[in-house]
């Protein structure tokens, strides 16, 4: 369903960071999709999406296309590179030719871990768009920046840079994942997630233009449970979720994907 009052689809994306080999992603698809379709969930009103790792992309695209789930998939990095002499990397090329309709961009482990810094994110935000790949660009600040600079300034900050390059309407989705908030169990308030979502897609307006703020989804990531899914949902610019360990448990992952039913609206 566009939602009658922004027409934005809610997407509820599940990041299983690494996490279910191929073998495993297969009976987890299947799971998961016969458990939406059991309680009738109308795919027309909100969008679903899986990010295993890399080498279970081929199995999931496989599956997803002889069954004709309605689900849709995405990758969990890329490289910034087309081709070359880059050894361990996955271009964008690739990940298209998988039929991956997203590609998740900035995930603040991988800035964190792997040392990716905002020039890193607009190249691969780049690279994503480059390919027909819907980047899905993360962002969010430490428990130190909250400290220092508030809610907002980082995350504000790193949408800036990831789109530096980009001009024109384009097909993008931000995720607001406070770090502090990603696997504590301390989510962050549907107050404050709406609060940083508003100035996201002010950002986004100003970079590259009002269209595209208005029909970009923003979504909320960090502890996102069944019992909590229901409070963000129901703030006017949060229009899904990005899960981590709840997308895990289909039973659990399944009641945050049917957040109609107990959002109240
Ligand atoms: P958790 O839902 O486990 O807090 O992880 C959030 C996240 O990092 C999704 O990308």
Redesign the pocket.
């Known amino acids: 369903m566009a939602r009658m009052t922004t027409g934005r689809v809610p997407l509820i994306a599940g ?1 299983w960071k690494l996490n279910l080999d191929h073998l495993q992603a297969i009976a987890f698809v299947q799971k998961l999709a016969w458990s939406l379709k059991d309680a009738r969930l109308d795919f027309d009103e909100v969008e679903v999406a899986v990010f295993p790792p890399y080498t279970d992309l081929r199995s999931v695209q496989t599956l997803i296309a002889a069954d004709k789930l309605p689900l849709k998939f995405g990758a969990q990095n890329l490289s910034e590179h087309d081709s070359g002499a880059y050894t361990g990397e996955i271009s964008g090329a690739f990940l298209k030719a998988l039929d991956c309709d997203f590609v998740l961009v900035g ?1 603040s482990e991988r800035r964190m871990l792997n040392g990716e810094g905002d020039d890193d994110v607009a190249a691969k935000t780049a690279a994503a768009i480059r390919h027909g790949l819907v980047p899905v660009i ?1 962002v969010g600040e430490s428990a130190e920046d909250l400290e220092k600079h508030g809610q907002s300034a980082v995350p504000v900050a790193q949408l800036k840079a990831a789109l530096a390059g980009i001009t024109g309407a384009v097909d993008i989705v931000v995720a607001y ?1 406070p770090v502090w ?3 504590s169990g301390q989510a962050a308030t549907p107050e404050q997630a709406e609060q940083v979502a508003g100035q996201l897609r002010q950002v986004i307006a100003d970079a590259v233009g009002q269209d595209t703020a208005d029909s970009t989804r923003i979504l909320y ?4 449970k069944s019992g909590n899914i229901a409070g963000f949902m129901r703030q006017p610019n949060v229009d899904g979720a ?5 997308s895990l448990d289909i039973a659990e992952f399944s009641k945050i994907i049917r957040f109609q039913n107990h959002v109240g609206v």
């Open positions: 990041n995930h993360c994942e908030a990603i696997g990531g960090g502890s996102v990005l899960v981590g360990g709840a």
